[in-house]
Nanobody
């Protein structure tokens, strides 16, 4: 199973960005797709998740600015970030869990940098 994130960029504070996560190579349906972020020197934090039924879970500290969506047919999920702040600067990672598969699949990350 391969997980590939894209969409990271250098943006100005107040702007918006949409990150993409494509999961491929799974024999079984992709169950949950989750987004994490990690700033230099910090731990990796969960920011959003969505399951195959479309139920979402957004971290409280970004709930008013982040939304997550997915297209099951394309095994693709998106993380929309509005009103970007410098503290959103981090590498954003996508994690996929596949039905009947015990594996824990991560992408290589995509860099988001927010300038003030």
């Amino acid at each position: 199973v391969q997980v590939v994130e894209s969409g990271g960029a250098l943006v100005q504070a107040g702007g918006s960005l949409t990150l993409s996560c494509v999961v491929s190579g799974s024999k079984f349906p992709v169950n949950s797709i989750a987004w994490y972020r990690q700033a230099p020197g910090n731990q990796r934090d969960s920011v959003a998740a969505i399951n195959s039924g479309g139920s979402t879970n957004i971290a409280d500290f970004v709930k008013d600015r982040f939304t997550v969506s997915r297209d099951n047919a394309k095994n693709t999920a998106w993380l929309r970030i509005n009103s970007l702040k410098p503290e959103d600067t981090a590498v954003y990672y996508c994690n996929a869990r596949v039905l009947l598969d015990p594996g824990d699949y991560w992408g290589q990350g995509t860099q988001v940098t927010v300038s003030s």
